[in-house]
């Protein structure tokens, strides 16, 4: 198989051969033919998180050790079946729900593989990931079927459809009028438009710095454009129910959070780092949630899955390119020039 992979942090990723692996047992051998490129996978290509006030988390500490193949967006169609793999059968077509647990513990075996802690299985995390012809999965319940659903949009369903959609979940109740901030339209924030527009909720903000971007967030549903460069901003804000915050830095934060009416919530998505500091006595006073929302689980992959081949879930701007193309593609991303998502398609790969 051929894998384009991560030799050294912040380096063009290589192109790799390495030998085919055999599904053992509940495996499943995955040919990728489509694998979203999502801003996480630029902390993970950098080596490290920011966490503020000159502190990082380095990936090598939670096992992502170079070489390392990134993606946590993959298709593709079933290969090949370890003996005890039930339920799929070669050749169909599937999405790769990525976020996978030990599998042992309680919070795995209570569908919440994505708060494992005690033996993480993440593909393109801390396992071999989709920026690859070939991928391994541990268990045939981890895949899903999205016939009738365009194979690139399918792909990214797999983290920004699912993070959407989790971090949607986590808003209080709404009232009809109540007002809800998208803070920061790339890739996954343009999902949580069409995720929040799918679940019904009319007053949408749409929070950017790029007009391009706000422009697209209000063809996905958006009812509301906030340059949030306006020194305007924070006043125009004022009295949302929810803010999910894609960006998550201190300045997306505060916006966020100083905005709520009382009752109201800020969904922290975004990982671009740094810290928040803020005063203990409003938090209580204004009955306000600070939360944080990771990915999402598998049923609510399936809630997702579910919704788009309804066609009740816009798709974002996709563009596909060769997966010859990774490099510039992680490249465009870090620059901001990405309006909604690259696919990379693994069908022009020779293997
Ligand atoms: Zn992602
Ligand atoms: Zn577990």
Known sequence: MISYQIIEHGKPLQKVALETPKPQGTEVLVRITRSGVCHSDLHIWHGYFDLGGGKRFYVKERGCVPPFTLGHEPFGVVQALGSKAKGVRVGQKRIVFPWI?????????????????SGSRILGVNRPGAYSTHL??????????????DEAFAATLACSGLTAYSASAKLPLLAREDRVAIIGCGG???????????????????????????????????????????????????????????????A?????????RKGGRYILVGLHGGELVHPLPPIAQRAIGIVGSYVGNLQELKEVVALAKQRKLKPLPLETRPAAQANAALEDLHAGRVAGRVVLDFETVAS
Do not use: M, W
């Open 252 to 260: 997306t934060a505060a916006l966020g959070i100083a905005a709520l």
């Open 136 to 149: 391994l999965v541990p268990d045939p319940k981890y895949l899903l079927d999205a016939s009738g659903i």
């Open 188 to 250: 996954v924030g343009l999902a949580g438009v069409s995720v929040l527009r799918a679940r019904g909720v009319k007053h949408i903000v749409a929070c950017d710095i790029d007009p391009r971007k706000l422009e697209t967030a209000a063809k996905l549903g958006a009812k509301y454009t906030l340059d949030t460069r306006d020194p305007q901003a924070a006043q125009q804000l004022a009295g949302i129910a929810g803010a999910i915050d894609f960006v998550g830095t201190p």
């Open 101 to 117: 647990g030990c599998g042992k513990c309680a919070v795995c075996k209570a569908g919440q593989d994505n708060y494992c802690v």
